[in-house]
């Protein structure tokens, strides 16, 4: 019974129907391996099991693995008898106190059982569980949230009627099914099948009739498209050289970035890029505007090269005078890249502009492009991350509520234990902390603001480079191992080594991404040189820089990424360059690369 006003969210726990459906996909199986921590909550939750499961001792055998070591328990499930399946609840604590992050034993589980493991969780499936009736953890949090508002709006907890969430429809891993060999038809009536591989027709369907409506074409389509292959390959000879002249030209001139969202005909631009055309910071403007701001003699010429640009799917370049609201006009060079969406349709345009009317700028205005442009890219790492944060930030959060409800079934049943409830509020604050962190950090990435340089240690900083694309790693099945000095200081600003850091981190996560999960390793070293320097390495297992990229991998604006800008590691190398160091790689002997970088050690630091 609840306490006077107070209400409940939660979602019934039906662990005798994990036992059937474990014999109703291997209705052979004899022995169930149950893998839960030691903490106070999974002691409760060890005897909720085995109290539950206890209809079932006549049928199978309970192996418990609690009072071991999380190494002991891996050599267990790696050696099970035949016929045998696994449980894992969750495992914060192993028997020798040693704590972990909540997936980490499921993952490693996954690589060395020798049995299918069974989950109970929904955010278990995809990292190695093979489903079943999962307890929707992050929608009960959702739902507790909604909750918790009207509460903090005035309304009385009392009021608020107890909220049981239906259980869901089994769900379950197509990849666990094939490796394990269950069949489908074993699967209970209404069952969800996530993460199936589509067939060759599924997969490439448009292609194969796109493939046979080409060989019906007439005889004039052939040529014509031969005729632009043609014209295609004298615009690219023509690209190629003027991309040459923009290289060298943006080492030197100050440029203003913009992006152009095709469909809805918005452009985003840099401050400086607003100032170029003299428009108002603040607000977007469209296509149509900036045309306007171009003189009459040359706006022809700048709409059909960028309508070109957009039918061949190629660069865009030109040079035109822009006309400013006070009268004053100036030269400006403008070179645009067309990004598609996965139809091959032109999506948005993104590229720079400099004014080649002045003279080179001053050194302070160079500075402030220059912040501009690394918080472009620091924006567009840290999107790129947006589900891993939000990954991060659940975690922690469903530990909250998992530790609450234990709680509140504790007082319940009237056996409160006071140093129990202790240990349980210190998970909570534990957790709580944990997910400010990953917000303060966040915020640390996003601030725009004018560089600051300070004493820092670069192996922390790294570590909390790795924390936040900790649900990454896990999410790409990446193996990362680093061998960091502590205790080594530069003086740098932190925001731009973190970034640095993430860039690298991010790269080499993406080159490994076509390799096996088995072959996904990440190496991070970081030590004192005999000249005093601190040297940083990051060894990937992906394929290597190719060859044809080798001289042109720090380039702005080159990229082989299909929705890159190609400025990433080009603001990288000039971070570390303006802090002194150098930044450079090597392909290893025996596949993928090794990025590094220098920077010099605090003065009057000890080696």
């Known amino acids: 019974m609840l306490q006077t006003n107070i209400t409940l969210v939660t979602q019934k726990a039906d662990l005798p129907g994990i036992v059937e459906d474990i014999l109703r996909l291997q209705p052979e199986t ?125 309304e009385e907890a009392g009021h608020i009627p107890v909220q049981t969430m239906e259980a869901p429809r089994p769900t379950y891993d197509w990849r666990e099914l094939r490796r394990w060999g269950i069949d489908e038809s074993r699967l209970p009536p209404g069952s969800v099948i996530q993460y199936r591989q589509p067939t060759l027709w599924e997969l490439y369907r448009w292609h194969i009739v796109g493939v046979v409506l080409f060989c019906l074409l007439q005889t004039a389509l052939i040529i014509g498209l031969v005729t632009n292959a043609l014209a295609r390959r ?75 640009a957009l039918a061949s799917r190629s660069d865009y370049e030109g040079e035109f005078r822009a006309l400013l609201p006070d009268g004053s006009q100036r030269w400006i060079a403008c070179r645009g890249r067309v990004s598609p969406d996965a139809n091959g349709t032109p999506a948005r345009m993104m590229g720079a502009a400099v004014d080649i009317s002045e003279a080179k700028g001053a050194a302070t205005e160079m500075q402030g492009l220059r912040l501009q442009l690394w918080h472009a890219d620091r924006v567009a790492q840290t999107g790129a991350i947006t589900a891993s944060l939000a990954h991060e930030l659940n975690q ?120 096996p999960a088995e072959q996904r390793h990440l190496k991070l070293a970081l030590a004192r040189t005999e000249t005093g320097e601190a040297l940083f390495s990051l060894c990937d297992s992906g394929p290597g820089v190719p060859e044809g990229g080798q001289d042109k991998l720090f380039e702005a604006f080159w990229t082989t990424k299909k929705q890159g800008m190609g400025i990433g590691l080009a603001v990288s190398r000039s971070i570390i360059e303006s802090h002194g160091g150098r930044l450079w790689f090597a392909n290893n002997p025996d596949g993928g690369a090794t990025f590094y970088f220098s920077l010099p050690v605090e003065r009057g630091e000890g080696k």
């Open 30 to 154: 004899t022995n169930i391996a149950v893998v839960l921590g030691t903490s106070a909550l999974e002691k409760f939750w060890v005897g909720e099991c085995r109290r539950e499961f206890q209809p079932f001792t006549n049928l199978v055998r309970f192996t418990w693995l609690n009072d071991l070591s999380s190494a002991q328990i891996l050599k267990r499930c790696a050696t099970l008898p035949p016929r045998s399946f696994i449980f894992h609840g969750f495992f914060i604590v192993d028997a020798e106190g040693v704590h972990y992050e909540r997936n980490e034993v499921l993952r490693r589980l996954h690589e060395v059982a020798n049995a299918p493991v069974f989950g109970y969780f929904a955010n278990d499936l995809g990292l190695g569980a093979v489903g079943g009736r999962l307890f929707q953890d992050s929608e009960l949090g959702a739902q507790g949230a909604r909750t918790a508002i009207r509460i903090l709006r005035g």
């Open 234 to 308: 004298r615009a690219d000879q023509v690209l190629r050289e003027s991309e040459e002249r923009m290289s060298l030209a943006a080492k030197a001139a100050r440029f203003g970035v913009w992006v152009w969202s095709i469909a809805r005909n918005r452009i985003w631009g840099s401050d400086r890029w607003r100032s170029l055309f003299g428009f108002v910071p603040g607000k977007d403007v469209s296509f149509e505007e900036v045309i306007q701001r171009i003189h009459p003699d040359d706006r022809e010429t700048v709409e059909r090269e960028v309508r070109r």
């Open 396 to 515: 922690p959060l469903t530990g909250i509520l998992s530790t609450a409800q234990a709680g509140l079934r504790f007082t319940a049943r009237g056996n409160a234990d006071c140093a129990l409830i202790r240990e349980m509020l210190s998970n909570i604050v534990h957790d709580t902390k944990r997910a400010a962190g990953v917000i303060n950090g966040l915020r640390a990435m996003l601030g725009r603001k004018e560089t600051r340089r300070e004493p820092i240690d670069l192996a922390a900083t790294t570590q909390e480079v790795l924390d936040l694309v900790h649900s990454e790693l896990i999410g790409r099945q990446v193996q990362a191992s680093q061998n960091l000095e502590p205790q080594l200081t530069v003086v740098a600003d932190k925001g731009q080594i973190e970034q640095v850091l993430l860039n690298l981190v991010m790269n080499a996560l993406e080159a490994m991404q076509d390799q």
